[in-house]
């Protein structure tokens, strides 16, 4: 899942600055089961709100709403005309939520009321952890099932490096060191062959380095209108 | 009481939940010192007394909620309307 935290209260207020209406839009997926920017979470920002605003002395009027998802369109297209009745949109969707509504509704003011912090899973009740970079060239079928561009902290393709000890990063003693996950992984299943082949260098073009990424599938695709 | 409560964890999970509405309330700009906590098994009358008083003093202290409407009836205090 895309996991997330919410801003401080203060820097939502001055993100929202002067407007008057403010309309809080949860989103019902990822940011829901990290507990950041669901129904629930979008309720208390939007009371948090119109309380402190109140205590300032300029209570604003600040409503909620929550889509199924905020990154595609027909989820938004539903809260289209709530959108429209309000001075800022406080968006509590990942940073793509945020842009997929400044993009379907060009007139409407949007700010962020979540950072985006990565892709992971709950490894325990309350704790998330990084476990994919995105990076377009999965590379897990030879480690193990370990990525080693998320939780290597140098992405090592060959490591582990020298600040590896005791099974740890040199970054933080709390932070596990990929490559020895990798290979305690791999001897585990007998398998520890496959670091003895060396990786190449990695293309990182299929990862931010190459620029925006897109994929276009043409089995999908909508017949294009005939003129 | 803390390590004895009849909903196993439920007290230690309700502890870290008040510390979280408490900073809530800091972040609004309310005084977090209106929501406490205290352990208390109900065999404990007295303490319960004592606690209720040194509640009521905060509370004094602290002054009105600033945010209600003190005229308002029962059925019209929901915030932001």
């Not at chain 2, 205290?38 to 040194?54: C, K």
């Not at chain 2, 009105?64 to 929901?78: G, M, Q, V, Y």
Request: net charge negative; glycine share 10%; hydrophobic share 35%.
């Amino acid at each position: 899942m895309i996991v997330a935290e919410q801003k401080p209260l203060s820097e939502i207020k001055t993100l929202i600055g002067s407007a008057e209406k403010v309309l809080v839009v949860g989103c019902g997926t990822c940011v829901t089961v990290c507990f950041a920017g669901g129904a629930r979470e979008a309720a208390i920002v939007a009371a948090s709100l119109r309380m402190s605003t109140k205590l300032d002395g300029n209570g604003k009027q600040v409503s909620d709403v929550t889509v199924q998802r905020q990154c595609e369109w027909e989820y938004l297209d539903q809260i289209g005309d709530q959108l429209k009745e309000v001075d800022v949109v406080l968006s509590l969707g990942c940073g793509i939520g945020v842009q997929a509504i400044a993009e379907r509704f060009p007139d409407t003011w949007v700010v962020p009321g979540l950072n985006t912090a990565f892709l992971g899973l709950p490894t325990e009740q309350g704790v998330w952890d990084e476990r994919c970079a995105a990076c377009g060239d999965c590379i897990l079928g030879l480690t193990g099932g370990i990525c080693p561009i998320a939780r290597c902290s140098k992405s090592l393709l060959n490591g582990p490096c020298g600040g590896s000890e005791n099974g740890h990063c040199e970054i933080n003693p709390e932070v596990p060191c990929a490559w020895q996950l990798i290979y305690d992984r791999l001897s585990k299943m007998g398998k520890l062959e496959v670091l003895m082949d060396i990786q190449p260098p990695k293309n990182w073009r299929t990862a931010r380095d190459g620029g925006p990424r897109k994929i276009v599938r043409e089995d999908l695709r909508l017949p294009a209108e005939e003129e | 009481m803390p390590g004895d409560c009849h909903y196993l964890e439920g007290n230690a999970n309700a502890k870290r939940r008040i510390e979280h509405i408490r900073a809530l309330l800091g972040q609004i700009g309310l005084e977090p010192d209106r929501v406490r906590m205290y352990n208390l098994s109900s065999a404990m009358a007295s303490q319960f007394v004592a606690i209720t008083q040194e509640m009521a003093e905060n509370i004094r202290t602290l002054g009105k909620n600033p945010l209600r409407n003190h005229n308002a009836p029962i059925s019209k205090l929901e915030s932001g309307k």
